[in-house]
């Protein structure tokens, strides 16, 4: 009786112990962002409650906040990339003669479209132009993958294109587990050693599982 009182015991501290460093781990996994060899940022996440969005995100948080019952999955990052042109001439073969490169300037327009697009417009002339006009176009594709390996989320974002993914914020709602889920009945089979009789045994009978998970 006593050596399985000990047993008991010693398996609670135990799963305590599991349970703390399991927990540390967690927090420190929820942080663990890189990039790959083939470019593709990547992040390892944990499920969590909705409400965690509020340090990491707050704008997010109180744009979706009405929605949280709602949401199974969310991710939302920022991409920039930078396109250069090089210095095209408009004279191919052709050099500017001494007086021109003297006479000649170098004249910059810039602009910006909010947070989405900007841009710097370089020309050398022997004189201001009129008027300049830019056309762009940019086009590129995303692919975003979330998988779960080993209760642990990890999610890919790829890009078309060159550039940088950054400020991501992904979420994944905490599943919520019914009484029943947390606690597993079922036969079990244990050998240990009985320090009062001095001897190896065997015991057979029923176990009660709880996941703290």
Sequence with gaps: MIATTLLVIASAVLLLDAYFMTKKL??????????????????????KKFSALKKENRELYDSLKVYKDKIDYLVQFSHTSEHSTGVV???PGASLSKEEKE????????????????????INSLKEPNWFKVDTKVKNTYTIVN??????????????????????????PKTKKKLKDYVAI????????????KEFGTLVGGSLVIDLW
């Design 26 to 47: 967690t927090d420190k996994l929820d942080e663990i962002e890189y990039t790959d060899t083939a470019g593709q940022y990547n992040k390892l996440y944990y499920e």
């Design 89 to 91: 001439t408009t004279k």
């Design 103 to 122: 006479v000649s300037k170098t004249y910059e327009y810039t602009g910006e479209q909010g947070d989405t697009f900007s841009y710097k417009l370089t």
């Design 147 to 172: 998988k779960k390996e080993g209760g642990v989320e990890h999610v890919t974002i790829g890009s078309g294109g060159n550039g940088i993914i950054e400020n991501v914020t992904v979420f994944k």
């Design 186 to 197: 079922g036969p079990s089979v244990s050998v240990g050693y009985d320090p009062f009789k």
